[in-house]
T-cell receptor, first 115, second 120 residues
Framework: DAGITQSPRHKVTETGTPVTLRCHQT?????MYWYRQDPGHGLRLIHY???????DKGEVSDGYSVSRSKTEDFLLTLESATSSQTSVYFC??????????????FGPGTRLTVT | GNSVTQMEGPVTLSEEAFLTINCTYT??????LFWYVQYPGEGLQLLLK?????DKGSNKGFEATYRKETTSFHLEKGSVQVSDSAVYFC???????????????????FGQGTILTVHP
């Protein structure tokens, strides 16, 4: 199994509070991703990183920010949580060779409930 | 843009039945194609992959062939087991292209997932 951990694994928080989710990898992969998984939507990309301090938006980035100060850590922050951000959040890592990506490996997920 | 369409579920089968889960895609160029599996309460695991036309990915009795002419990557298994009950996701990874900022990246585009339940 790829060395990816996520913390916390479960969290319940109140509307309007800030929340930070952490993804930690031991594979030294350059690319890291945050997805959310919701019924009927599959997985949707929130933000991704292509190197330390290099990040960009995915398709559902509103209300989220990210930071990557070290290769191994990728943080996802909900600045002011809303009920629509109740979801399961997955981190993934990947490497690239030339123009073709290798497969992404996923962490175990964080179940976030915003009340 | 890129997209992946999977057959709608849920799919319910008896043990030892034949499984097909259809997946078609829309993409520019030559994407890589993947099947991921998610068991209850767990993250996604890579099941198999194919990186070019006519490649066949296989793992744990599952197979899928990259068909460029029909833009398909259907998942098949000859004899399913109860332990195969899970959610299956088809996905594609576009070739890396430069964006307006000059950096390069590619993203994984997922289908909506197909729930498979296998009964004894």
């Amino acid at each position: 199994d790829a060395g990816i951990t996520q913390s916390p694994r479960h969290k319940v928080t109140e509307t309007g509070t800030p929340v930070t989710l952490r993804c930690h990898q031991t594979e030294n992969h350059r690319y890291m991703y945050w997805y959310r998984q919701d019924p009927g939507h599959g997985l949707r990309l929130i933000h991704y990183s292509y190197g330390v301090k290099d990040t960009d938006k995915g398709e559902v980035s509103d209300g989220y920010s990210v930071s990557r100060s070290k290769t191994e850590d990728f943080l996802l922050t909900l600045e002011s949580a809303t009920s629509s951000q109740t979801s399961v959040y997955f981190c993934a890592i990947s490497e690239w060779r030339g123009l073709q990506s290798y497969e992404q490996y996923f962490g175990p997920g964080t179940r976030l409930t915003v009340t | 843009g890129n997209s992946v369409t999977q057959m709608e579920g849920p799919v319910t089968l008896s043990e030892e039945a034949f499984l097909t889960i259809n997946c078609t895609y829309t993409a520019t160029g030559y994407p890589s194609l993947f099947w991921y599996v998610q068991y209850p309460g767990e993250g996604l695991q890579l099941l198999l992959k194919a990186t070019k036309a006519d490649d066949k990915g296989s793992n744990k009795g599952f197979e899928a062939t990259y068909r460029k002419e029909t833009t398909s990557f259907h998942l098949e298994k000859g004899s399913v087991q109860v332990s195969d009950s899970a959610v299956y996701f088809c996905a594609l990874s576009a070739r890396r292209t430069a964006n307006a900022g000059g950096t390069s990246y590619g993203k994984l585009t997922f289908g909506q997932g197909t729930i498979l339940t296998v009964h004894p």
